[in-house]
């Protein structure tokens, strides 16, 4: 969002809500919020049209899918040509296994959150797919002991 929104609480509320459970009915919304139905939505379609509300998704258990191993994964690359880090980057975020993919001021260059079915699996992607691309100088593995907060 490029230009800033004015909100007030009520929008604030509008969104605690939707970020708790993105399928309540505009009608269950607005009583917890505190308005009728009309003037509800058309804030939620105001916050929607601003960009403030940028989706709605289903939050899916990793191990239903087969994607119970989740690893992150630190990259530096030894790369610096425009054409080396835009392949390396169009190349691992096409990865179905990476599921978030950040570029990093400072070292690391890149940090990945990875999700694959177990330790074969992980192993298969780093040495298979990511440390044989062009650039990559080095890859560094953390596993999760305990996820204490998760969005």
Do not use: Q, W
């Not at 308005?35 to 058309?42: A, F, G």
């Not at 298969?124 to 080095?138: E, I, K």
Request: glycine share 6%.
């Amino acid at each position: 969002m490029s230009n800033e929104m004015h909100m007030d609480s009520i929008d604030h509320d509008i969104l605690f809500h939707l970020r708790k459970d993105g399928r309540l009915t505009n009608v269950e919304l607005a009583k917890r919020v505190g308005l009728t139905p009309p003037p509800c939505l058309r804030r939620v379609k105001r916050l929607e049209e601003a960009g403030v509300i940028a989706g709605y998704r289903a939050v899916v258990d990793p191990a239903a899918i087969g994607r119970g191993l989740e690893v992150l994964v630190d990259v530096e690359v030894s790369a610096t040509d425009r054409a080396t880090v835009r392949a390396f980057e169009e190349t691992v975020a096409s990865y179905d296994e990476v599921i978030e993919f950040r570029r990093l001021f400072g070292r690391p260059d890149y940090f990945l959150r990875v999700a694959v079915a177990d330790h074969a699996a992980y192993e298969a992607f780093l040495t298979v797919r990511l440390t044989g691309l062009p650039g990559v100088l080095r890859t560094e593995s953390h596993l999760t002991m305990k996820k204490i907060k998760a969005v």
